[in-house]
């Protein structure tokens, strides 16, 4: 017999989980509606969004090693979770290993950007990012992210007030149109090649 397993949900930016050392109640969590943002936040307040995990993929994974969790993971929608029981079956750890997996993947990605590309590239692969996440929908005007500033900052390692300098600069060259908390996408093509495009760092 299957046990019933224990579903939270969050509000739009509810914490999930603390940085710190997971207790005897952690666990990990599987997304199972909404986006999860993890994000790391220095001493100053300013942050940097980690990773994004969207619905299947899993999140809490301290909750099995005790290692020390040096992040927040806060619910960017509407979120509903699943709790994973301390002892997983084995295809769940399979597809735990897989999820996380492709989770480093990524992260070795975004360190490279970081690294190499100019903010501009940057903010481009993280607008597309963005677009395939619940933030994105179709409208009757196109592509529509609902973003801030400062959620824009904190994807792409900078400040809301340099960011929104390069989203000015998107807009005049015609890859997006930006209002208040949203932006249309607009040149999508253009994007992708931008963001696929190598820089001189910051």
Known sequence: M?????????????????????????RVYRVLEGLVRLEAVDEEGNALTLRLVRPGGYFGEEALSGTERTYFA?????????ALPK????EELLDLVAH????????????ERLATQRLKNRMAAALLELAETPLA?????GLV??????????????VRETVTKVIGE????????SGYGKIVLRDVKGLKELAQSRGDGR
Do not use: C, W
């Open 74 to 82: 806060e619910a960017v929608t509407e979120v509903a979770v699943e």
């Open 2 to 26: 299957t046990q019933a397993r224990e579903t939270l949900s969050f509000k739009p930016g509810e914490v999930i989980l603390y940085p710190g050392v997971p207790g005897p109640r952690d």
């Open 137 to 141: 929908r179709e409208e009757e005007e």
């Open 145 to 158: 992210l609902r973003a801030t500033h400062d959620e824009l900052a904190a994807a792409v390692g900078s």
């Open 87 to 90: 002892e997983p079956r084995p």
């Open 170 to 177: 998107l807009a005049r060259e015609g890859y997006i149109r």
């Open 100 to 111: 996380l997996a492709q989770a480093l993947a990524e992260s070795y990605r975004r360190i």
